[in-house]
């Protein structure tokens, strides 16, 4: 039985498909490791609204680019920017405690929704696929999202080698970590950031809805197999890698969007893993009677 | 030199929201107090304001002759615990390590001298084999070992604990607190308490926080005083009965007395 994903890959005529594998595996290294950050810290809320936030800036490049005629103006810089943006918002809100926590983000990731399919619509010179963004097609990948993705997949990689202790600190015990003179509200707002910057590096490829569960699902079945975080992110990085991979193959064999397959694979083995782990815990505690 | 010096520290949040009021007070270097008080009362603000975290409105605070901030990594701190995730995949070495945040190098891991102090720290309560293991995994007892052996590894000459055993059961906090005796020969402890039976026989001074700030010595305490300051929330009972006769008199006080 051969990989219909490895046959795929042979085919000359299938760059994207080589563009889209390399960058969800560049990307698998940042999803790992700021998946783990993001998991035991429980903001996977907060970074799904800086990822659907992210639309107002697609929105808006897409406009600059076709309206406005700013060429060199890629959608997914403007990604980053209303990723930036939102993270900035929620941010502020949760440091300063000023306003209701969970309403802020909520109104945050409907509003940068709303900028961006407002914007969309505003583009007339050509016909814009509002679908591939919200859910991914990795016929638009190219050579330069690879940059994209290599180059702040570094910058995230960099930053954590820098302050791995910092983010564990306040991921586990803000309080502790505010008495040994960390800047919590620094952390707390670059963790916000990278995780920004985390989200749209596979935006074109799972689009912008699914892409937290890809954050998040193999930061937690890591969680489960690692005895500490260094572990759970190594363990991560490997799931994610796995989910892309059997995604792929999945969506080739069923003629099907890369995005939603591999966001299906994730939430089976995630929800299959719990079952799993339910049935065995259960067998355990009554075979002891 | 005073190791902790309080000249009339004032404090609140809010403009018209006084905290603590006029505070003076000194803790001599090696000298452990329990701090006590109803909630609300300052006991809190006042941690942050010895650990530097906030800074007062009017007058002084010194520790070991300087500013707060500059002697943070001589001051242990054990939070009152900690919404601990027991999905948080974290080794009881790794979290001991965090105590040697505020030492060292701010960027890039953990030393090798962090490490060794961190499995030191951690001997020294009696959890040398438990560094490798999950923190979830251990006991409620040996996690609030863990604690202190985190609060030490920066090899402080206070440590500062908030309500320790609020969440652990009865076994556990008298265990608990032979270790911080032991301890309380080498370093001084300040120790924020609800429950003042256990810590009146090894401490000299008790530390009233409600708005205003006092110390007594232990022995003056009973427990119809505290009931006065403090209402009804606190508890004053003598866990350990067997005073011998001349030492309850001379240290105690009526300590047995009242303990029922």
């Known amino acids: 039985m051969g990989s219909e994903l490895i046959n795929a890959l042979n085919e000359p005529l299938f760059d994207f498909l080589r563009y889209a594998l390399a960058a969800g595996l560049l990307a698998s290294l940042s999803f790992g490791i700021v998946g783990t950050y993001v998991v035991t810290k429980r903001i996977t809320y907060i970074a799904g609204a800086i990822a659907h936030c992210a639309l107002g800036g697609i929105g808006f490049g897409l406009y600059a680019k076709h309206e406005l005629g700013w060429q060199w103006f890629d959608p997914l810089y403007g990604a980053i920017i209303a990723a930036v943006i939102s993270s900035l918002i929620i941010g502020t809100v949760v440091l300063t405690r000023s306003e209701r926590?969970?309403?802020?983000?909520g109104a945050t990731w409907a509003v940068g929704m709303a900028v961006g399919f407002l914007f969309i619509k505003m583009v007339r010179t050509v016909t814009v696929n509002i679908e591939s963004w919200?859910?991914?097609?990795i016929n638009f990948v190219s050579s330069s999202d690879l940059w994209t993705v290599a180059i702040l997949g570094v910058s995230v990689l960099i930053l954590t080698i820098f302050f791995h202790k910092q983010f564990v600190a306040i991921c586990f015990d803000e309080e502790f970590a505010r008495s040994r003179g960390i800047n919590v509200p620094f952390f707390y707002m670059l963790l916000l950031l990278m995780s920004a910057v985390t989200v749209v590096l596979l935006v074109r490829v799972i689009g912008i809805i699914m892409v937290i569960a890809l954050l998040t699902l193999p930061a937690a079945l890591g969680s489960r197999l690692a005895k500490g975080l260094p572990g759970m992110m190594v363990w991560a990085v490997l799931i994610c890698s796995i989910f892309l991979l059997l995604g792929l193959e999945f969506s080739m064999r069923i003629d099907a969007p890369a995005g939603p397959s591999i966001i299906l694979v994730a939430g089976a083995a995630y929800f299959g893993f719990l079952l799993i782990d339910k049935i065995?815990?259960?067998?355990?505690?009554?075979?002891?009677? | 030199m005073a190791s902790i010096e309080f000249k009339n520290v004032s404090f609140g949040y809010e403009k018209d929201k006084i905290i603590i009021e006029d505070a003076s007070f000194e803790l001599e270097q090696e000298e452990s107090i329990c701090m006590v008080g109803p909630n609300g009362g300052g006991k809190s603000t006042l941690i942050k304001l010895l650990l530097g975290l906030i800074r007062p409105w009017t007058g002084q605070i010194r520790?070991?002759?300087?500013?707060?901030?500059?002697?943070?990594?001589?001051?242990g701190y054990m939070p009152q615990h900690l919404n601990f995730d027991d999905q948080f995949p974290i080794t009881t070495l790794e979290v001991t390590l965090m105590g040697c945040l505020s030492s060292g190098s701010k960027i890039g891991p953990y030393s090798r001298k962090d490490r060794a102090s961190a499995e030191a720290a951690l001997e020294k309560v009696n959890l040398g084999e438990m560094a490798k293991k999950r923190f979830s995994t251990l006991s409620g007892g040996q996690r609030q070992r863990a604690l202190i052996a985190r609060a030490l590894v920066s090899d402080p000459k206070i440590l500062l604990l908030d309500e320790p055993t609020a969440n652990v059961d009865q076994s556990v906090e008298e265990e608990f607190h032979n270790t911080l005796k032991e301890l309380a020969?080498?370093?001084s402890i300040v120790l924020v308490s609800h429950d003042l039976g256990f810590v009146s026989g090894w401490l000299e001074h008790v530390l009233c926080v409600n708005r205003s700030v006092h110390m007594h010595p232990t022995a003056?305490?009973?427990?119809?005083?505290l009931n006065e300051i403090f209402g009804d929330n606190i508890v004053a009972i003598r866990h350990d009965h067997d005073c011998p006769p001349g030492e309850h008199i001379h240290h105690h006080g009526e300590d047995c007395d009242h303990g029922k």
């Open chain 2, 185 to 187: 020969e080498q370093i």
């Open chain 1, 101 to 105: 926590e969970d309403t802020v983000i």
């Open chain 1, 134 to 137: 919200l859910f991914g097609d």
């Open chain 1, 280 to 289: 065995l815990g259960y067998i355990k505690s009554h075979g002891d009677k």
């Open chain 2, 63 to 75: 520790v070991f002759g300087n500013g707060p901030e500059s002697s943070r990594h001589l001051i």
């Open chain 2, 220 to 225: 003056s305490i009973d427990g119809k005083t």
